[in-house]
């Protein structure tokens, strides 16, 4: 059932990111789409031939970035979220449980908040790298001070440092006065006006960390079964723990970095497919990153079309996604008591 569950979203994919760059405004067909993206990529202008200069540049100057940018975003999110269900053995554990994407938050609003000031224009996307960074410092820093990086400590951690950056976005928020949208559209996680060098900053290094989670993840099957039990069998745990978290927070911070805060991708699909078809981590990350990448890449589609406003697809992840968590965790919990 897994490989045809992979066989099934590596043919998804694909089509859904064709169907998506003809998705708008102006129709363009999948047959279309597909000559563009050969032609451009292989600088072939023959195949070009018969479809419009806006047409070319609607598909891949304003389309494409922003449709991969939701593809690496969600693929990261639903891997990050396999990460930390599995490393602090809690299925409702999801990216943001260590405060990673609240110190990202942080980095981000100051960033706007300085530029509105200012005649600076820094760059908001290094300003969340960079405090989404030393928020994992500060997480791992308090945890060792305890009995040392277990799950309670680092998810204590996480809580406090996470209260603590919330209350700075809150007071940013409340000094941007009339700015106030520009951060508050952020923070609500949007895909908009991405570009190819949103892409180049986002896909290098989450296809890396992807990569080396899913070589490591036998050691990450057996960090599930906790200190004990991965001690025994060989294992590092305190290296291994450390490796997990850095590559969890890692691609978490640049999907946070780019596209804001995007909620219950990381939380729904690996919690749903490790209870539906395996809770083998090394089928289960390639799995939660072809499922998170479509679900995202959908959930964009969606906002592009509802309305005459650009909605943040954050607020409709999270409003969909919440809802139907709340479905499945009753339904399995009734099961259980039967």
């Not at 279309?32 to 032609?39: H, T, W």
């Not at 396999?82 to 942080?106: E, H, K, M, R, W």
């Not at 406003?309 to 008591?337: D, H, M, Q, S």
Request: proline residues 4%.
């Amino acid at each position: 059932m897994c490989c045809l569950t992979i066989a099934a979203l590596c043919v998804l994919l694909p089509l859904a990111l064709l169907f998506s760059a003809g998705l708008g405004a102006m129709s363009i067909s999948a047959k279309d789409v597909a000559r563009i993206l050969l032609g451009k990529l292989s600088g072939s202008e023959g195949l070009l031939q018969g479809i419009s200069a806006g047409g070319i540049s609607v598909v891949f100057e304003l389309r494409l970035p922003r449709i991969l940018c939701a593809a690496f975003t969600g693929a990261a999110l639903a891997a990050a979220g396999v990460i930390f269900q599995a490393i602090l053995q809690n299925p409702l554990a999801d990216p943001y449980t260590l405060g990673i994407s609240t110190g990202a938050a942080f980095g981000a609003t100051l960033a706007i908040f300085l530029n509105m000031l200012t005649a600076l224009e820094l760059p908001a996307p290094l300003f969340a790298l960079l405090f989404a960074g030393l928020t994992l410092i500060a997480v791992l820093a308090i945890a060792n001070r305890g009995a040392g990086i277990v799950k309670a400590n680092l998810i204590m951690a996480g809580i406090i440092l996470s209260a603590i950056l919330q209350a700075g976005v809150s007071f940013i928020k409340m000094a941007s006065g009339e700015n106030v949208g520009a951060i508050v559209f952020w923070l609500m996680g949007s895909l908009s006006g991405r570009s190819w060098g949103d892409v180049l900053l986002i896909a290098p290094p989450i296809s890396a960390a992807l990569l080396l989670a899913f070589v490591f993840s036998r050691d990450l099957n057996l960090l599930s079964l906790g200190s004990r039990g991965a001690e025994s069998l060989g294992v590092n745990v305190k290296r291994a723990r450390v490796f997990y978290l850095l590559l969890g927070a890692l691609i978490t911070a640049f999907s946070v970095s780019v596209c804001g805060i995007i909620g219950f991708v990381g939380l729904v699909v690996p919690h749903l497919l490790r209870f539906s078809v395996s809770s083998d981590n090394r089928l289960l990350l390639p799995l939660a990153s072809l499922a998170g990448a479509l679900l995202l890449v959908l959930a964009d589609d969606a906002v592009r079309l509802v309305g005459t406003g650009e909605t943040p697809v954050g607020a409709l992840t999270t409003l969909l996604g919440g809802p139907f968590f709340i479905y499945i965790f009753i339904k399995r919990n009734g099961a259980a008591r039967e």
